[in-house]
């Protein structure tokens, strides 16, 4: 049977028994309390897909893993109106110190992300879940505690889950069309689903710590506030101390040796988290590393040591349940990967999967969730594992190896390639089969050029400027705001270019094209379509402008950023990636492609 979960308000936490019932479908079970399941609730209900929550724990954790959030995931936030109240509770930081034993080497400024965002926020974890609980207590939204999971089963052909739960001694069993893993590095939905979880237990332990200290030399000459993340490399390892909202307060992660008892390659980590050192030693750390004498503590620290993995899912995805976060990977908890990797990996998802439950996609579309967001992970670990490691040359001596780095960071390519790289906001999906793009050949631009077609200088404009699968960042929008914001719908949007000053042919041409996806699809009501008219373009015949969003780019700047400088069809997926580009402007390409993805 189906049963409707409970209308009215209903508290961050609700009873067994007005949330559950034996026998019960539900659309998706979100298993994980922590902020990527909170999330994963909300951005459900946010493309109109309902979710019932559920965590082992009576009480969310009193330590916040992680306090960082990256440019990419302010960004999705801003879809749930969230971002300024989390801006306002924590604090931003402009820039990224790199030292080696102290000594400065580079800095990587943030400000000049391609984002609303140009910093990184620190805002501890449990800031993000007391708003997301209320968020999904306005909308009635189950988070049900103390519940256990103890059994899945999945049949071939079957559409759902079959899902057994337990609270205390009492049995439960429920259907869910789908079940969502957000339950971390220790996940049972991984384990019980029979998805392999290989890599390495390392033979060091990640310490992380929340301080109060007095005497952290000044930034730079005349700063009393910090602004920036510190990250030290050392032959030890690796030590951040970020500052946290509140003055005097800092959160020190850092690598130390350890011994891993788990083997290479065992099919699921071990470790439980152990004690942090203690605030003499800490203390004596810190001046070392920092070469800050003046340093010291004051009160307790509080925190853990977590022991370190190299781990990634080898699917994630098995019929109808999906690994999200670190149920997917795990990571150095150098520069909160975890849990910003976790919320993209969710705004992945649930967009795709909204569609294919009400029958606008077809179900192939979630196969592209693994095909996207696995290659993500390798890359991720291996980097964040250099980084903990203290890797930069390997046998070069200190002196030398920090003159090169030095060098190397005085050219603003590598500074910006650094920051694009640790704030993943270039992580992208050209190899997904989810996207595709059509161009015409060189020498078809060559030859066609004055008889209607784009000319080599737009086709070379053309073919290294975005491509399909990369994420476009918030270009300004010529009727105001930015592209960002067009995507608060949940759907799909269209952007069919007219070229700067385009003949009558092609004008009409393009139009006819916008006309088409509008009605005829696939993907019709699911793909909203702009007709962007360049600064020459004239009037639209009354009958092709009827129901067309016509939006005057002025002065050309919305299709020079997207480096489309003749006619062409850009198509943005609800997730801000590019799904499909196509030059010129014809209708073939774009119903081929939509007809991927929709079903009508």
């Known amino acids: 049977m189906s049963v409707e979960m409970p209308a009215g308000a209903i508290g961050p936490e609700i009873c067994w028994e007005d949330g559950l019932v034996d026998g019960m479908e539900v659309t998706v079970l979100v298993v994980g309390a922590s ?117 899945l089963r999945q049949q071939p052909g079957v559409m759902h889950v079959e899902v057994e739960l337990r609270a205390g001694v009492r049995p439960i069993t429920i259907r869910a069309r789908h079940v969502m893993a957000c339950d971390g590095a220790l996940s049972v939905t991984r384990r019980l689903a029979g998805l392999t979880f290989p890599g390495d237990d390392l033979p060091r ?116 349940i999906f690994l999200t976060g670190e149920a997917a990977h795990i990571h150095s908890p150098l520069g909160g990967l975890g849990l910003n990797i976790g919320i993209l990996d969710v705004f992945n998802l649930c967009w795709k999967l909204a569609l294919v439950e009400k029958g606008h996609a077809w179900p192939h579309l979630l196969d592209s969730y693994h095909h996207e967001c696995h290659p993500v992970m390798p890359l991720a670990i291996r980097q964040m594992n250099e980084l903990a490691a203290g890797i930069a040359i390997p046998g070069l001596p200190t002196g030398l190896r920090n003159t090169l780095a030095h060098f190397l960071g005085t050219f603003q390519a590598i500074r910006e390639r650094v920051a694009m790289s640790m704030t993943r906001l270039g992580t992208g999906y050209r190899n997904s089969p989810a996207v595709d793009e059509q161009q015409e050949s060189w020498m078809e631009a060559v030859f066609s050029s004055g008889s209607g077609g ?31 914001d067009l995507l608060a719908d949940g759907l799909h949007h269209a952007l069919v270019f007219t070229g700067p000053d385009p003949s009558p042919e092609v004008l009409e041409r393009a139009a006819q094209l916008a006309r088409a996806i509008q009605l005829r699809g696939p993907g019709v009501g699911r793909v909203r379509v702009h007709l962007i008219l360049g600064p020459g373009a004239g009037a639209i015949a009354a009958g092709l402008a009827e129901g067309l969003d016509q ?36 209708f073939d390409p774009v119903q081929d492609w939509l007809a991927t993805i929709f079903t009508m």
């Open 35 to 151: 902020a990527t399941g909170l999330f994963a609730a909300a951005e459900l209900a946010r493309h109109g897909v309902g979710a019932v929550v559920v965590d082992p724990a009576l009480e969310p954790d009193t330590f916040s893993q992680a306090v960082g959030l990256q440019a990419g995931t302010l960004e999705v936030l801003r879809h749930h109106g969230l971002d300024q109240e989390l801006i306002a509770r924590g604090r931003k930081l402009d820039r990224v110190d790199i030292t080696h034993s102290g000594a400065l080497l580079e800095t990587v400024p943030l400000a000049g992300l391609p984002s609303p965002y140009p910093f990184m926020l620190v805002c501890p974890q449990a800031e993000l879940e007391a708003l997301l609980l209320r968020q999904l207590q306005k909308l009635s939204i189950p988070v049900l505690r103390g519940i256990s999971l103890v059994a």
């Open 205 to 320: 332990v990640s310490c992380l710590a929340d301080l109060g200290l007095e005497g952290v030399p000044p930034e730079s000459p005349g700063t009393d506030e910090p602004v920036s993340m510190r990250v030290d490399f050392a032959d030890g390892g690796v030590l951040s101390l970020t500052p946290l909202p509140q003055a005097g307060r800092f959160r020190l992660v850092m690598e130390m040796p350890g011994h891993a008892e788990a083997e290479p390659d065992e099919a699921e980590p071990s470790h439980e988290p152990m004690p942090l050192p203690s605030a003499a030693n800490l203390q004596t750390i810190l001046r070392d590393r920092l070469h800050a004498p003046a340093i010291r503590l004051v009160g307790e620290p509080a925190g853990m040591c977590l022991p370190a993995y190299s781990r990634h899912a080898e699917a994630m995805r098995q019929g109808h």
């Open 454 to 484: 784009v000319g080599l200088k737009a086709w070379r404009e053309f073919h290294h400027a975005f491509h399909a699968g990369d994420r476009i960042p918030a270009f300004p929008w010529p009727d105001g705001g930015i592209l960002l």
């Open 551 to 586: 939006v005057r780019d002025v002065d050309g700047l919305l299709a020079h950023d997207l480096g489309n400088p003749k006619d062409g069809v850009y198509i943005l997926r609800p997730d801000g990636y590019l799904g499909f580009r196509c030059q010129p402007a014809i």
